[in-house]
């Protein structure tokens, strides 16, 4: 089913609903399968564990087998003008509340170090919810039992944290432009200090702490990519090979994806492609440059090879110990290359021997 709204068209499709409550909030999922033409940006009236909400269709999501599992709550209607404009009469009836619930507080005493920080009334004014912010956990049902004979609708007192308080006030962040938590973050992610060192970020609480007096969420923007990033790059105090000659890493660029090397007290900036593992390339060329274990502890032509070369060497070795050829049968005749019947091993000698007695009783 296709509808036309204004000068835009939009396709009524699925069997669940994501509802969001407020402006920017989290998305609740409800079932809308006996609403056929409902579309997204429809407001609707649902039933939630604080009462019914009138919350705006954000989303609509056909039932595969994922949501079947699950069984959701039905969506009760569509939302009417009645409702939208009783919602805005309660709205602006909030600072009012708001006032007296912190006038109520003071003459009862005890929430000294509670902050109120708003008043929340539901689309029809059944349910008046305010919400508060505490270092620890308060005892509030005197001050709900004092709210509530002031107020017909049912009263509730909500502690919130740090961040939920500076997602509700809004305002400026550190970086200039409106906070993130106010504009566009719907849920927050735990940070860690682990992610500031990750990206080298000064440890210096200005510098890391937002305005809600917790770690900026901003940290986990970019911390994925600099941990892989980091994946290619040598740690700090590695000897690496550069153009300019061999030194030590001292610090690490990861999205310029190259690191500062320390070389005859001279910085140079190295890219990744340019750098060589001194370590590594060290044990690979003792490793060629060791005796071969088939020809002894000299070097040979398998023993500075590596990988599939050394394998294919070896075999071509023991091939040529079977079928020697014509130039090595004179070379172990004469005496003069006693060095190099030395070198081969007792194995292939006792080969040869038993080769040449045959060859002897056959021309007998």
Known sequence: MTAINEDTSRTATGHIAGVRFFEVGKLYHFGCEHLPDLMVGDWVIVETARGRQMGQVMSLLPLDESHKERDYKPILRKATPTDTLSQKLWQAREVEALINCREKAAELGGFKDAKFIAAQYNFDGTLLTFLFTAEDKLNTNKLRSVLQRSYKAKVELRQIGPRDVAKLIGGMGACGIPRCCSTHLTDFSPISIKMAKAQGISLNPSEITGMCGRLRCCLIYEYEQYVEARKQLPKRNKRVGTPHGEGRVIDVHPLQDAVTVMVEDTRHLVTREELIPMEEYEALKAKAEAGCSKHGDGPCECGARQGSDAAESSAAVEADDQTPSEPERNRTRDPEHDSY????????????????????????
């Open 341 to 364: 019947g030395e070198q081969r091993s007792a194995r292939g000698r006792s080969r040869r021997h038993r080769g040449r007695g045959k060859n002897r009783s056959k021309k007998e």
